[in-house]
């Protein structure tokens, strides 16, 4: 079963039909996409949608749809999910990322505190792992503010992501004793 997470302004939830449109928008919006390779199409959005679903219904936890709760409002995702294959590490990391109408207003925070905690007291981790490009400094916002700590010896050249800027990579982590992570 799909675990649903609830903070006092999000819920995250499994995915519905009607998340698509806004969910490939913001996939087409190159300031939300600054800090990856590229842009994605509607058909590379539909398919991350069925790839996140999936998933949720395998394990019940992953890439869960983000809404808002007062209005039902779908803003984003965020979630948790293994480092993939290739990667300098492994481990589970964390990973969020909201429309731009829904920056600034704290909800990438309030969601990840949601899916740390989630890691922590549901799935029994150790550790939850963050991993963006150097110069996203919007993301590395969210991980300083979860308490999350960055060790410059973990920076490292992401072999998914083609030579050039964004290529340079930081990887932040908390472990479970940090309750920074939860207490809001
Ligand atoms: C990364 C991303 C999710 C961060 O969004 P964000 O809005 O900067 O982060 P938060 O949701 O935590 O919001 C924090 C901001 O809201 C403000 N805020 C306003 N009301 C708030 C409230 N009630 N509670 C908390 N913060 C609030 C904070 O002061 C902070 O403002 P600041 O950035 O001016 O310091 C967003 O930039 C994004 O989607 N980027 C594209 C995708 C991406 O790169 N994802 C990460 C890849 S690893």
Do not use: C, K
Not at 58 to 80: D, H, K
């Amino acid at each position: 079963m799909v675990s649903e997470l609830r903070t006092d302004r999000l819920v995250l939830r499994g995915w519905r039909a009607s998340d698509l449109a806004p969910w490939a928008a913001m996939n087409a919006d190159p300031v939300v996409r600054a800090y990856f390779p590229e842009v994605l199409t509607r058909a590379q959005s539909e398919a991350s949608v069925a790839r996140f679903q999936a998933d949720l219904d395998r394990r019940g936890w992953g890439w869960w749809a983000v809404e808002l709760a007062a209005t039902g409002e779908f803003v984003g995702f965020a979630g948790l999910d293994p480092v993939e294959d290739g990667m300098p590490f492994t481990g589970v990391e964390a990973g969020w990322r909201l429309a731009r109408p829904a920056w600034g207003h704290g909800y990438a925070t309030e969601a990840a505190r949601a899916v740390v905690s989630y890691g922590f007291e549901r799935l029994g981790l150790a550790e939850v792992l963050a991993v963006t490009a150097a110069g996203n400094l919007r993301s590395r916002a969210v991980m300083d503010r979860l308490g999350m700590s960055h060790d410059p010896a973990d920076d490292f050249d992401d072999p998914e992501v083609p030579e050039g800027p964004l290529r340079r990579s930081v990887v932040y982590r908390i472990r479970a004793g940090d309750r920074r992570a939860t207490d809001g």
